[in-house]
Every structure is written in C-alpha cells, then in structure tokens.
C-alpha cells in the first residue's frame, strides 16, 4: 500500500514538473525570441551604400590618382604593411589588376570614427561606372561593381562651320557621339572632307549615374546632309538583323571603309600628274596618302586575303589585300606589320594589319592607300561601290513602322544656328 503511494506522489511530481518547463518555454519564447522578433521589424538592419557595403559609422575621404601614385602609395599611408599589399596584389588579381589604376581617377577611404582612424575600406573607381572595392576590416577581400545606369533619350543637331567635334562638345554631349557618327557613316561620308555647312541630327541613349551624365549609348537614329547630300540612317534590330539601314532597307555598311586610318588627313590624292617630293618631277601617284603620328593603327577597308605582307625598297612595310575578283586594296610604308597578318590570313573588315610609319620611300609618317578595280590602279573615291545585302522582306513592315517614327522626329528637329568654331578637324 505504501509503495503504490509513493509511485502515485512521483508520478504527480513529474506531471506538474513537466507543466512548470512548459510554462517557463513559453514565457522564454516570448519574450526572448518574439520581442526580438518585433524590435527588428521595427528596427532593419543597416542599409548598404552605393558600392555594396555597410558605411553608416565611417567617415569617408575623396581623392584622385596622383601623377605616378601606385597602389602601394595609397594603402601605405593608413599603415596597411607592404605584406598585406602584396597578397592583395597577387590574391585578387583575376578581380582587378591594381598595377593599372590610372592617374585622375577617383578613390574613396573609409575609416573608423574614433582616434584610430583606421581605414576599412577602400573603393577604386575604374571609371564613373565600374568599381573595386578592398575590404580591410579583417582579411582583406577584394569584390567589384557596377553603379546603377539610367538610359535617357535625347536628341541633338546642328550646322557644322569647320568641326563635327566643337560642334558636339558645343552641345554639352560627350564626343563618344562624334567616333559613334563616324562609325555609322564610314562608308558614305568621309569625315576627313566635311565642309561649311554640313549638318547633323542625331537620336540618341545617354548614359547616367548619379543624375550625371557618363556617356553615350546606343544611337536610334541620325541625318547627316553632307555636301547638299541627304544620308538617314535608323538602327533595326530583329533576330539575326541588326545594324543601321536607310529609308529604303538598305544598309550603311558598304563593301570598303572610306579610309583605312580613323581621323587623320589627306596630304596627297590620286593623280597622274604629281610633283614627287623625293625625286622632285612629274610622277604619277596613283594612291592617296593619309598623315598620321606614328603608331597609330592602319586598318583593312574590307574582308579579304593576304596577298602579301612584307617590305620593299619604296613601298617599306606594307600589306596587300584581294577583296574579291574584283577589288584589292595595299597598304605602304607601315612601321610595322601588325601579329598576324601574313600572306594567306583571312582578315576582316576593320581588322588592325599595321601601324602608320614611314618605311621606305617617305617624308613623314603616313600610309599610302591604293585600290585596285579589275587589275587597275584607280581613284577609291570615284568608285561606286556596292552596298551590303538589304534588309529581308519579312522585316520590312517592322522597319516601316520604326522607320517612320525615327525619320519624324529628325525631321521635326530644326537645324540650330552655325556655331562658330577654330578647328578644321572631323
């Protein structure tokens, strides 16, 4: 009888036990896990700054690149140990290569508060929109980035006196549209002969970070009358289709560049009657010579084959290109042969073959440009040459449609008043 007593005492003692866990669980869970619960709902976590990272309790400094500043300069007066640099250096090297931070650009420090002022972080920026930021608050880990890029449409226009560049930088727009122009129009207008009175109209994205504008994006559309000449040109993209076509479907891109140099000048024309400046009589000159500094890139007008690639006592170094049955181009007096080209290399159109120089028989620095039309030396700019394939049939309802709202809005913008300018340069 006693021992069925004691069995019933112990097992009420282990009831109520259990019950008094079961209430202190639920007082513990409500007041130390819910409450908590309720106060980050009403109190979220700190929030990230433009370059990824936490900076609410750190005081920032902006700098730039000094002249001739290295990394190691920089890191070296917040007493980061040259250890340290170095395993930064060589560990994130795949994220960015720190021996290529550029003179004038901006860097940011990130330090603590207190008298310490030991630096966190550092943010590299590659340009207005690409960073690098190096975290030092513990290891250091080194991630980059891309500040958010807003896409606004604007339009721009204009009568040229002497300069398509003064006449956009005129504008307030980035000159990137000026190389952009060059690019769509290479094969109808040679921007080295622009003249009084050319004029422009232009559609296009721009680029911003920060309500700031930091370049040019894609352009929509443009109209350039050249020389009382009208060119449109309207950017389609659909599937396989993409590039800038007139008001017909047909595209810009022609079988040859205008030149084979980007922004130099013409110092001689095809002629059967020139002055050599060497041999000092009436010589025939049967290329056209564009000046430019050494070094600067000489470019294939279009696709083709190395037919030679080599030098020679008056031409220097130089390349020659068969087109098709039809059309060949050379290139004289390179400083240089690009890697690469060779006889038998199947080259594109706008490829790098060489570097202007003045091998051979030269005065100065220019590449003398030939064409060839049916075996015959001939002058490039009397040539008709032939446009690429027009746009499918299947697109043309669709070009009509993006056709006809870009070519309105050009035609709706009025030429603004000649802007004065010094420079003769495109």
Known sequence: MMKSIQRLNLIT???????????????????????????????????????????????????????SETFSDILLQYNISYPVIDLIIRKFKDVYDFSKITSGNSYHIYTTKDSSAKIEYLVYEKNPVDYVVVNLKDSAFVFSGSKKVEMKTRTVNGVINNSLYQ?????????????????????????????????????????????????????????????????????????????????????????????????????????????????????????????????????????????????????????????????????????????????????????????VGMTGEATGPHVCYRFWKNGAQVDPFKQKIPSAHPLAAKYLTEFDKIKDKVTAELDSLGNKEEVKVASAKP
């Open 13 to 67: 003692f282990i009831f109520y036990f259990a019950a008094l866990l079961l209430l202190a669980y639920s007082i513990v869970d409500r007041y130390i896990f819910e409450v908590p619960k309720t106060a980050l709902q009403n109190h979220p976590p700190p929030k990230l700054n433009e370059y990824g990272f936490v900076s609410t309790n750190l005081l920032r400094d902006d700098y730039s690149v000094n002249q």
């Open 167 to 355: 006449t956009i930088t005129d504008n307030e727009v980035d000159p990137e549209l000026v190389i952009k122009l060059s690019e769509i129009y290479a094969w109808q207008i040679d921007f080295y002969r622009i003249q009084k009175g050319d004029s422009f109209k232009v559609i296009f994205e721009e680029e911003y970070v920060d309500n700031q504008p930091v370049g040019v994006g894609k352009v929509i559309g443009a109209y350039f009358n050249h020389a009382g000449e009208s060119f449109y040109a309207i950017n389609f993209e659909h599937g396989s289709e993409r590039g800038f076509f007139d008001k017909n479907g047909k595209s810009l891109r022609k079988a040859f560049l205008k030149a084979p140099v980007k922004f130099s000048r013409i110092t001689s024309r095809y002629s059967l009657h020139r002055f050599h400046p060497i041999e000092h009589r009436i010589k025939a000159h049967l290329g056209t010579d564009y000046a430019a500094p050494t070094g600067t890139p000489i470019l294939s007008t279009g696709d083709g084959v190395v037919i030679a690639a080599t030098y020679s006592v008056f031409n220097g170094n130089y390349v020659k290109i068969r087109h098709n049955s039809v059309y060949t181009t050379q290139y004289l007096h390179m400083s240089h042969i690009a890697r690469g080209i060779h006889k038998g290399a199947r080259v594109k159109q706008g490829q790098v073959i060489g570097y």
